[in-house]
């Protein structure tokens, strides 16, 4: 991985999971005060649409659970659960834009991937919470991520076998796309 972030550009660390993320990005926001906010990170997707190495934009970012879909759980009406991505007009990504499932907890197996696959293309952990926090500020945000793992029993294995490389592909081809050397 870079050890110096593209010139212009800063980096940050949101943590592991939705609230650690929110947390960590507001802290960001106020120490750094962005103009615009891209994530970048790794995924896991749902089924084939995207093998792994696919590259893909978030559309949103959807806060759901195989426990508010089975019924045993529900979010009030008055909580925001899916956050736009507002970079668009900003800053062009150059990959399919897809709406990117964020979970409280990895989802473990086959069928809960196939469940959340109709409402989503991948999963991510802590993107809700990036969006969330850019969006309380009105700060334009976006994600770009790389898929290391197919979601399921086997999906630590596979996210620990790909996501360096995942990684190294995402930034070149944001590199080649010419995103880093917007000011």
């Given at each position: 991985?870079?050890?110096?972030?593209?010139?212009?550009?800063?980096?940050?660390?949101?943590?592991?999971?939705?609230?650690?993320?929110?947390?960590?990005?507001?802290?960001?926001?106020?120490?750094?005060?962005?103009?615009?906010?891209?994530?970048?990170g790794t995924?896991?997707?749902?089924?084939?649409?995207?093998?792994?190495?696919?590259?893909?934009?978030?559309?949103?970012?959807?806060?759901?659970?195989?426990?508010?879909?089975?019924?045993?759980?529900?979010r009030p009406?008055?909580?925001?659960?899916?956050?736009?991505?507002?970079?668009?007009?900003?800053?062009?990504?150059?990959?399919?834009?897809?709406?990117?499932?964020?979970?409280?907890?990895?989802?473990?197996?086959?069928?809960?991937?196939?469940?959340?696959?109709?409402?989503a293309a991948?999963?991510?952990?802590?993107?809700?919470?990036?969006?969330?926090?850019?969006?309380?500020?009105?700060?334009?945000?976006?994600?770009?991520?790389?898929?290391?793992?197919?979601?399921?029993?086997?999906?630590?294995?596979?996210?620990?076998?790909?996501?360096?490389?995942?990684?190294?592909?995402?930034?070149?081809?944001?590199?080649?796309?010419?995103?880093?050397?917007?000011?």
């Amino acid at each position: 991985m870079d050890a110096e972030p593209p010139a212009g550009w800063r980096v940050g660390c949101t943590g592991v999971g939705a609230v650690s993320a929110a947390v960590a990005t507001a802290r960001l926001l106020t120490a750094l005060r962005p103009s615009r906010v891209l994530f970048v990170g790794t995924c896991g997707a749902y089924d084939q649409r995207l093998p792994v190495g696919s590259l893909l934009r978030a559309s949103d970012a959807l806060a759901i659970s195989l426990d508010v879909l089975d019924g045993r759980a529900y979010r009030p009406e008055i909580e925001v659960h899916r956050w736009p991505a507002t970079l668009a007009g900003a800053l062009a990504l150059p990959f399919q834009a897809l709406s990117v499932a964020v979970p409280p907890g990895i989802t473990r197996t086959l069928e809960g991937a196939r469940r959340l696959a109709v409402f989503a293309a991948a999963e991510h952990l802590e993107l809700t919470g990036v969006f969330a926090a850019c969006h309380e500020v009105g700060i334009p945000c976006g994600a770009a991520l790389a898929v290391a793992n197919q979601v399921g029993p086997e999906a630590h294995d596979q996210w620990r076998a790909n996501h360096e490389q995942a990684s190294r592909t995402l930034m070149d081809a944001l590199r080649s796309a010419g995103v880093f050397d917007l000011p």
